[in-house]
């Protein structure tokens, strides 16, 4: 192609020959300089083509493009994380292509990270930075077993799974999928604890998990077994095969065998001591008789009309009070305690019907809480209307309480009242490179409503505050100079440290010279001086953010 006219903007405009679809580059300008054929003015470094984000499933293929102009023609080189790429390996599946862009085959899990590309030059060094993610599909940790458990008790169908994106898990029972409740709850992310088994619980229990690459399944049989003598529950397990496991909670003997074997008689008075929305604390006075002494209390329960039956055990023999919680509110619930001894569990108490307090109508959880850094300094966090918020008057949202703390649990969480019809808060004044836990609230009339799930996000990375540490020079030779130093403060570093940028000239008059190390660089030799010449040396740290901050100013 033939260009006449200089000094000008172009764009390169592409157009599918089927459906005429076209679409356009960015502009690019062109500048002609004219001394004799030859370029004499040095420039810094310009990326010409920059790698962009992106997301690449296992085992597939990436290029990440990346290319630069200047005067000298600067040099492409390759970072991951901070660190070197090294592209000489015969057997790497990292190889270079064209005039810098980056190759990666049969991308495997620890391909993902940020990836930079830097473009140096005797002028200067620029960086511009990609994060790759690399998605597969999910991968069982461990399989649901085959189970046997005991009516009343409470038993976990294990499921863990790995996947990138997070894989969403559903459980199914016969074929049919398990809806969340009082009885059937997903713990740990993705097991399935049913809480009071009955024998109607009994089946084949499927554990599927899926994201935006595949799924996959795997099932588990259920047997629910009446109350039986522990004796036999061990000796079951002595022949059960290896992929079945067994549940059980304390066992208890009929009413008919409690005298004859010795079993303590009904615990007395039974009352609730105090009632709430969402739990309730029994006490009880002990039996009449016991042959021997009282080793623990079961305490059973259940919501009216079910025949789901759960049972708290206890191993504490002059225990008369507990509180039982994770109940309904509004509810009545059925209680009965047995009192144990050595000869086994011994009569019941006479049941106590009690109804849970009812519970104000305040919001539910506020839904897809997210968070996204917006500068070294703040992050945009934002997130979907509140569950019950438009039941009636009272049940309308008032506002927002965002509750955010910084690190772990050690420190203390602030907060920031948000009006009710905004759904999203920028949140300023945060620390450079640091992780922040945020969670949200919302309050009616009734008062604070359910508080939502955390979520962790951290801020991006800025200048280091502070120059390398601990900095010295050597005369290696007449003609050359080694540099040694160490990385600043941990305190101070702001991010990620990418690399270190080394820049001399003789004292005085002359022109700079540069050179950019990679992060784990602790020294460096500078050759091809002038022999008797003093130099002034500068050394300073990078972050992830392409960008340079304070450094040493040194004569050697």
């Not at 764009?11 to 020959?17: E, G, S």
């Not at 077993?145 to 009343?152: P, Q, S, Y």
């Not at 836990?437 to 009339?445: G, R």
């Not at 939502?452 to 601990?470: G, H, K, R």
Request: charged fraction near 25%; charge should be neutral; hydrophobic fraction near 35%.
């Amino acid at each position: 192609m033939k260009i006449s006219d200089v000094d000008n903007d172009y764009r390169c405009k592409v157009v599918l020959l089927n459906d005429g679809v076209s679409q356009l580059s960015r502009a690019a300008r062109l500048k002609l300089k004219l001394d004799g054929g030859r370029q004499t003015e040095q420039e810094s470094p310009l990326f010409l083509t920059t790698p962009h984000n992106t997301k690449a499933l296992q085992g597939s293929e990436v290029t990440l493009d990346c290319a630069a102009n200047g005067n000298p023609m600067p040099e492409i080189q390759w970072l991951k994380d901070g660190e070197s790429i090294d592209l000489n390996h015969l057997d790497s599946r990292l190889t270079r292509v064209g005039s810098g862009s980056l190759s990666i085959k049969d991308i495997r899990p620890e391909d993902g990270g940020t990836y930079q590309c830097r473009a140096e030059n005797s002028v200067d060094s620029i960086d511009v930075a990609s994060v790759i993610e690399v998605w597969r599909s999910p991968r069982f940790l461990e399989k649901p077993k085959n189970t046997v458990a005991v009516e009343k008790g409470d038993i976990d169908l294990v499921c863990q799974v790995e996947a990138e994106p997070q894989a969403t898990v559903q459980w199914y029972k016969n074929g049919d999928l398990i809806i969340e409740s009082e009885y059937f709850q997903i713990v740990r992310e993705s097991n399935l604890k049913i809480l009071g088994l009955v024998g109607l619980d009994a089946g084949i229990y499927q554990c599927v998990a899926t994201n935006q690459v595949g799924n996959i399944q795997s099932s588990a049989e259920l047997k629910v077994i009446k109350k039986f003598v522990e004796a036999e529950v061990m000796s079951m397990k002595s022949v059960l095969p290896a992929d079945q496991a067994i549940a059980s909670p304390r066992l208890h003997l009929s009413q008919n065998d409690h005298f004859s074997r010795g079993t303590p008689s009904a615990p007395l008075d039974l009352k609730a001591a105090i009632v709430s929305s969402r739990f309730v604390t029994l006490s009880w006075s002990p039996p009449k008789t016991s042959k021997e002494p009282l080793n623990g209390y079961s305490i059973y329960y259940k919501q009216e009309g079910s025949d789901r039956e759960r049972v708290v055990n206890s191993t504490r023999g002059n225990l008369e009070e507990i509180n039982i919680q994770g109940l309904s509110p509004g509810s009545n619930y059925i209680f009965r305690v047995l009192a144990r001894n050595q000869h086994g569990s011994g009569e019941s108490s006479r049941p106590l019907k009690v109804e849970t307090q009812a519970e104000l109508d305040v919001p539910g959880p506020v839904q897809r809480l997210e968070a996204k850094a917006t500068t070294s300094f703040s992050i945009l966090v934002s997130w979907s209307k509140a569950a019950k918020q438009l039941l009636n008057n009272k049940a309308m949202v008032t506002q927002y309480k965002l509750y955010y703390r910084q690190g772990d649990f050690t420190s203390q969480a602030q907060s920031a009242i948000v009006d009710s019809s905004a759904t999203q808060y920028h949140v300023t004044d945060l620390r450079e490179f640091t992780e922040y836990t945020f969670w949200l609230s919302a309050f009616n009339y009734n008062g604070e409503g359910a508080l939502s799930e955390e979520i962790v996000c951290m801020t991006l990375s800025d200048i280091p505050a502070d120059p390398p540490q601990n900095v010295s020079l050597e005369a290696a030779s007449s003609a050359s100079i080694i540099v040694r130093w160490e990385p600043p403060p941990k305190e101070s570093q702001n991010g990620i440290i990418t690399g270190y940028k080394i820049r001399w000239r003789p004292k005085g008059k002359g022109q700079s010279e540069m050179v950019t190390t990679d992060g784990s660089r602790r020294l460096y030799a500078i050759t091809g001086l002038k022999k008797d010449k003093d130099y002034q040396i500068k050394l300073a740290a990078m972050t992830v953010n392409v960008r340079h901050g304070s450094g040493h100013v040194m004569d050697g």
